[in-house]
């Protein structure tokens, strides 16, 4: 399997829950982020993982929780959400050298009840 | 720092008709510039990228853009529009981060709608 692939598709949870969105690539990238994009919103970007360090994080509320245990795989850990947290999060790889730019994933679209 | 404008947040078309996007960016060194499409409920499709040489950059689903530095604009055009390219478009300009990594700024999209 190529590309970027997120699972799962669609995400129902209750704001007690404790769930986790994965991201897998097979690009040989090797910095990869994670995106929320809500209604009649901009993307916003959350994290950026470069080499498995994070090296970006934009202010994200400690209930977001993100993992990137190798180059190609990277997760976000949800707890204690809040409906407002309901939205797509897209992941993006990118290669660190050169500007080609990102590739994303189909998105997982949460909702939180 | 960064950043790009589009300044249509909506246009409508009727199919087979003539389309174009706009977008401005600001950056202070020669910019890496991309088009994105995304279908509803789906990630970011890759439509194109400009990096140097040619201003003209063609893409992909019959896509070009033109850069213009005098301008600080990277437009998308499409001759004849189809109703599957019903979408929203983002524009993103592209630079290396303090860490290494590619950095892309995204503006805020333009809803296509298609109309028969």
């Known amino acids: 399997e190529t590309g970027v692939t997120q699972t799962p598709r669609h995400l129902v949870m209750g704001m007690t829950n404790k769930k986790s969105l994965k991201c897998e690539q097979h690009l040989g990238h090797n910095a990869m982020y994670w995106y929320k994009q809500s209604a009649k919103k901009p993307l916003e970007l959350m994290f950026v993982?470069?080499?498995?360090?994070?090296?970006e994080n934009n202010s994200v509320p400690s209930r977001f929780s993100p993992e990137c245990p190798n180059s190609s795989h990277l997760f976000l850990h949800l707890h204690t959400l809040q409906p407002e947290d309901s939205a797509l999060y897209l992941c993006?790889?990118?290669?660190?050298?050169?500007?080609?730019?990102?590739?994303f994933g189909s998105g997982t679209r949460l909702t939180v009840v | 720092a960064q950043s790009v404008t589009q300044p249509d947040i909506h246009i409508t078309v009727s199919e087979g008709a003539s389309l174009e996007l706009r977008c401005n960016y600001s950056y202070g060194a020669t910019p890496y510039l991309f088009w994105y499409v995304q279908s509803p409920g789906q990630g970011l499709q890759l439509l194109l990228k400009y990096f140097s040489g040619d201003t003209l950059v063609q893409g992909i689903k019959g896509f070009e853009a033109e850069f213009k530095r005098s301008q600080s604009s990277f437009n998308l055009r499409k001759p004849s529009v189809h109703w599957s390219d019903a979408a929203e478009y983002f524009c993103a300009v592209g630079a290396k981060s303090n860490f290494g990594n590619e950095k892309l700024t995204f503006g805020t999209g333009t809803r296509l709608t298609i109309i028969p």
């Open positions: 993982y470069s080499l498995e360090e994070r090296v």
């Open positions: 993006a790889s990118s290669q660190s050298r050169g500007n080609y730019g990102y590739t």
